[in-house]
């Protein structure tokens, strides 16, 4: 599966973007999908995941109330759209596919994960 993540840019502190995330492959509904961030000089932190169906999300306790993801399995499409933006939030988001089973829990760690998008960055201006 190719993962291609786009909708990043510099926006001011307050303000929203929504990144999107396409895949290649058409059974990309037997896929959750995670979004990861990574700061300048940081680890690669979770952000949230959206099961297969999308009738189950989970986020870190980070961005919960700020952001929420949804999925389009029959665009292939993966959405995050992040509202109240603070300049903490600055960093480039990766998504990525972990296959699993319906009755799977969330996939919280990247090593859950089995492909990568290749990352958009977002710039909080302050």
């Known amino acids: 599966v190719q993962l291609q993540a786009s909708g990043g840019g510099l926006v001011q502190a307050g303000g929203s973007l929504r990144l999107s995330c396409v895949a290649s492959?058409?059974?990309?509904?037997?896929?959750?999908v995670g979004w990861f961030r990574q700061a300048p000089g940081k680890e690669r932190e979770f952000v949230g995941t959206i099961s297969r169906s999308g009738g189950s999300t989970y986020y870190a306790d980070s961005v919960k109330g700020r952001f929420t993801i949804s999925r389009d399995n029959d665009k292939n499409a993966v959405y995050l759209q992040m509202n109240s933006l603070k300049f903490e939030d600055t960093a480039v988001y990766y998504c990525?596919?972990?296959?699993?089973?319906?009755?799977?829990?969330?996939?919280?760690?990247?090593?859950?994960?089995?492909?990568w998008g290749q990352g958009t960055l977002v710039t909080v201006s302050s």
């Open positions: 990525a596919a972990g296959r699993t089973i319906l009755t799977a829990p969330p996939l919280l760690t990247s090593r859950e994960y089995d492909y």
């Open positions: 492959r058409r059974t990309f509904s037997t896929y959750a």
